[in-house]
């Protein structure tokens, strides 16, 4: 068996299955683990130290701009849960239900939170008296749980990790301007950090949130074609205060109800992660992101000097990146072969040789290009790789979408796109829920958003062919 | 009303209610608030911003040890939950269980974890094949739930934030080790971070985690003279190993159990910070754990020159410390009592004499001392001043604690001692159950713990006279 051949081989190709693909990489990059109860993942070290990485930036991202966290309970009584009537329908029936406390019935059954709308809006009742105490940006970061009836690890499990944000304001205007920094901040982040180009715009009504007036959202091409919602951020205008009876008394002392807003991200990231810049050999982690940028493997490492050298090395380069060393006893062939795996951006191996020429050689893991580097301009060569496999994964990824986004004039076309290349399909649309329907159910597409770019002169709806409302994006979706 | 009374008039005086106390500094601090779910508590974000603290500084203690960080599910199925015998009697009558998921009844109900011994074991088994695969170190921050009858917020909740280790290791020795390292990180964190003196020490049979082969533990004393129990470590030996099959094959090809420990640490820290530096004015926080350790309240902020000054003293400041400003529209007195209140450490207040003068007012918050200080000393003086801070919290915890340790002869003596003044009593025990019993039943009081540092001599039992095994440290405790 040839050196480092093992890994490789193991997994299936995207082509072959694309599902297994994803299964695969999961599992053997050491991203996560089925668990012992249905729909459930163990998020492992490595997997973890990913989603460790997103809750750092994105945290930053919300505290510069004035969000505060906080953490409310994961129970929610049935009563309180059926204060939003809208809200109640959409959720009800995936959440798991709590009916026992030790060997007691409960009075009142409470389910785990699926999100936790209901909670914060009983507690900010409570807390919110006047305009001084406005606005409240608050969020969240915990694990919430929807029964869903088929789950893949990452992309729908029954629990998953996520941050939700929710805020309360005086005006709507101000919910509204909340809403949409919040989703700019997601893009922002996805874009820059995950380097994955995203569509932002607005949910149809069918689409939108349970209880929301507006549901924006980010979307992003994956691999095989299919969309994924990456992130959403909801106006609820003043429909929950009215439920939750949240009013506050304004400068006059008249009382008003509070404009509220919801948003989240969640560990459904790391999949699209894994779907938008993996390839065969693995996952291909953004450096931004990555928990390892540089992993370091010395090459003949009995031989006097080597493993001294490399980690000389390891000291030096960790001032510039997130580095690390394998001195296992494993063979140079697996090491190399397991980090492809894990998507480290760039590898550095070090051999006797290299230390006679005073160099190394590094190899890029998007491109798998091999450099060979003098050890004196590693500490400025690293960083600047770095930043270049950050952009190019960004354009590599922008280019895919763009090769997979289509244009149709009806839905026939729109199918025909589709069934033969998966994608983005923008295509014009009258409004009607009817039409919105038949497009679900003729080509199997749902409308992903309404984006924030549209044409001057949108059209005609590519069902009925009344003048259209907007430019949809359709696509088949996670 | 006199200016900034309010606030101070509205907490009960430790004296008079030490419960009422502690809950007015929980509420009026805004730590948490009362959820809508029996025992249950929202943690606001002052009280959540103290919690990030605490996992900031203990996650770096654990990853420089070596430990990485994991999610479990939030579920176990009963099955699992049974596989050790010892652990279900344990935990089994105050679980909270799931028996829906959405309208369909659960083949299997499953509960909300107490603790995820179960979980990591189960995974471990998959995971673990070889000697290579050892040690594993992992950690997990999440909520737990334990059905609790009567509940306070932090001290004892149905719900409650916390990180658990879960280690497996190839031999008896390194498990022990293990247990112990991260006993010595917990007093370390609770000493040096949080200012509080802790007692090291085992627990008796009766007092050990259920499963556990030894539990390890760290006491304190509130200013009530009850003891808490700050953080355990528990050596598991390969009992669990056994019950969930956790096998290695060790470098000769044999097959062996690994041996396993667990330690945890939760929110229950905040009630000790509040219980062992709070005063009739609200909370004192140690400078190394508060979120605001400096706030600056300008004086007479409408009069020209006064708001720029304090915020370019803020932005010089914020160098050397944690700093906020208040240019809000309230009278200063109002907001001295709300940071007194909220336990800042240092105040500094800044009017138009100060910035004629060129100085400044500090307030300690634990002394309430007055220091004049001119400003071009701020950036020195302010550090120096928070480390003194630190210093003297401790040690004033450390005499509190002393003068409320006693040692007694016998039960009778114990129980004097303790209806007079409460803390620890330090009395020589058999180790029988029986004697351990009859300290609970005569004097109310359970033991803490057997500390590490003992007399040569124990002397003999404080109940039945036979010669002691050890000393104990007894207390009444939350």
Redesign the interface.
Known sequence: MAKGKKFVESITSMDEDFAKWYTDIVKKAELA?Y???RG??????YG??I??NIQKILDQMFKDTGH??????????ES?LEKEKDHVKGF????????????ELLAER?C?RPTSET?FC??YS??IQSY?DLPKL?NQW??V?R?EKTTRPFLRS??F?WQEGHTAHATEEEAKEETLKMLNIYAKFCEETLAIPVIKGKKTEKEKFAGANETYTIESLMHDGKALQCGTSHNFGDGFAKAFNIQYSDKTGKLAYVHQTSWGMSTRLIGALIMVHGDDNGLILPPAIAPIQLMIVPVAQHKEGVIEKATELKNMLSKVARVKIDI?DKMPGWKFSEYEMKGVPLRLEVGPKDIEKNQVVLVRRDTREKLFVPMDELESKIPELLIDIQKSLFEKASDAQNIRTFSAKTVEELKENLDKTLGFVNAPWCGDLSCEEKVKEVAGASSRCMPFEQPEDAGVCLCCGKPAKANVIWGRAY
């Open positions: 683990d668990a012992s109860v459930c993942m163990v998020i492992r070290p973890y130290a989603w460790e505060e966290n906080v953490y409310m309970p994961m129970f929610i009584p309180l009800a029936p995936e959440v798991a239900w709590v009916t026992h406390g030790g060997n409470l785990v909670l009983d507690h409570k807390i001084n608050y915990c694990s749980v029964w029954s629990e990790l296992s």
